[in-house]
Every structure is written in C-alpha cells, then in structure tokens.
C-alpha cells in the first residue's frame, strides 16, 4: 500500500480552512477504509475520519464533526479532507491511513491500520 499527499500541510489562522489530499496506489480503493489520523505534539495519535470508496461508510471524530468533511474521488484514487473552521486544538500532524475490509472497519478508529502514510504537519494559530 502507498500512500501520496499531494497538498494540504500548513499554517493558518484560527477559522480558515485547508484541504488534505491523500493518493492510494498499490492497491484497489475498493478494499479499503481510507482516512486520516492526527497527532498533536505530546499527545496520543486519534483517529480523525474514515470513508469507503463507496461512501457507505463515513465517520467522524465527534472533534471535528460539523467542521470536517471527507471526501473521495475513485477515478483519482484521491481522498479529500476539507478542513473549515480550524481552531488551534487542530494543530497536529496528520497521516493517511487505512484497513482492509477484510476485517471490521471499527479497526479505524482503534488505530489497527493496515497501513500507514507520511504526516503533514497542519498549524493552526489563534
């Protein structure tokens, strides 16, 4: 599995926006649960959000609900995640992940991934 961001690390100001994007290669979309996990310095990684190529499965840590959406695009093999409303607790550096659904897609959100991408470091300041 590999993974790809193309953009979306940064430094912006509390309320802006920015736009994550992950690349997958290697492998079919269709097999996995594609997502980011963040991790902000001195603190344990968490899960961010999760989708399935099918978008029959999106979740959200209740963090960011409301303020975060994730998105795909099959063709592109692209996950998106459009970040508004950033606020400084946002600041961390955040990777793409993913499980197979070989085995239950909750493994997300305990953090047994399948594997693992480079982070992007994403600075919010207040």
């Known amino acids: 599995l590999r993974f790809s961001c193309r953009r979306g690390g940064g430094l912006v100001q509390a309320g802006e926006s920015l736009r994550l994007s992950c690349v997958v290669s290697?492998?079919?979309?269709?097999?996995?649960?594609i997502g980011w996990v963040r991790q902000a310095t001195g603190k344990e990684r968490e899960g961010v959000s999760c989708i399935s190529s099918s978008a029959s499965i999106i979740w959200y840590a209740d963090s960011v609900k409301g303020r975060f959406t994730i998105s795909s695009d099959n063709a592109k093999n692209t996950v998106y995640l459009q970040m508004n409303s950033l606020k400084p607790e946002d600041t961390a550096v955040y990777y793409c992940?993913?499980?197979?659904?070989?085995?239950?897609?909750?493994?997300?959100?305990?953090?047994?991934?399948?594997?693992w991408g480079k982070g992007t470091l994403v600075t919010v300041s207040s």
């Open positions: 290697g492998f079919s979309f269709d097999d996995y649960i």
């Open positions: 992940a993913a499980v197979s659904l070989d085995r239950p897609w909750g493994n997300f959100i305990r953090l047994d991934m399948d594997s």
